[in-house]
Structure formats: C-alpha cells, structure tokens
Nanobody, 123 residues
Framework: QVQLVESGGGLVQAGDSLRLSCAAS????????MGWFRQVSGKEREFVAR????????YYADSVKGRATISRDNSKNTVYLQMNSLKPEDTAVYYC????????????????WGQGTQVTVSL
C-alpha cells in the first residue's frame, strides 16, 4: 500500500503562484509514476500533470502547460506541483496520485490517491 498526503493548498489571487506538495509513505520503493489531478464539484476528475520515477519524463494538461511544473524528490518521497499565473478556473480540489507502473492521464489507471487539498483562486 501507498499513502499520500497533500499540502500547500489555500486561497490565492489571480496571477499568484502556489506550490503543492505530496508526501508518500508505505511502498514508496515500488512507485513508478506520480501525478496530480484536480476536481471541481459536480465534474469529473481531470489530469493536471504526471512525472516518471526518474523525473525525466513529465506530461501536462494543455490547460496548465507553461504555467505548471511537476517535480519529485525521491530522497524525500515527495512530489511537487508549482503553479504560476493562477487563474480562477484553476480553482479545484487537487489530488496527488501514485501508480506502480507507467500510468497515463486516465484517473482509472491510478490506484493510490491522497485526500486532496483545496486551491481557490479569486479575482
């Protein structure tokens, strides 16, 4: 089992930056892909970014490309999501996810999830 705990969410203004963190515990040596998703109440969970074990391969949703950077520190079993130039449409609950394989952007391919952290971007 893998446990994930997110932190770093909050209320910010449009144009601000925010860094989310996700600390993993448990079978961390088996984790291959880590990622971030977000969800607005009443809508489906959507992919934001993912990163491979080595950190060399990163993928972003078009909606955040150029504004977001995902990174990981395997020595700390932590993955980060740096979000810049935040927009009101970035408002959502952000979830960290982990998989023991090369998971894609489909939420159904990710078996491990954190509890989520709220990000609210005001005008």
């Amino acid at each position: 089992q893998v446990q994930l705990v997110e932190s770093g969410g909050g209320l910010v203004q449009a144009g601000d930056s925010l860094r989310l963190s996700c600390a993993a515990s448990g079978r961390t040596a088996s984790i291959y892909t880590m990622g971030w998703f977000r969800q607005v109440s009443g809508k489906e969970r959507e992919f934001v970014a993912r990163i491979s074990w080595s950190g060399r391969n990163t993928y972003y949703a078009d909606s955040v490309k150029g504004r977001a950077t995902i990174s990981r520190d395997n020595s700390k079993n932590t993955v980060y999501l740096q979000m810049n130039s935040l927009k009101p449409e970035d408002t959502a609950v952000y979830y960290c996810a982990a998989a023991l394989w090369a998971a894609s952007s489909r939420p159904t391919e990710w078996p491990y999830w954190g509890q989520g952290t709220q990000v609210t971007v005001s005008l």
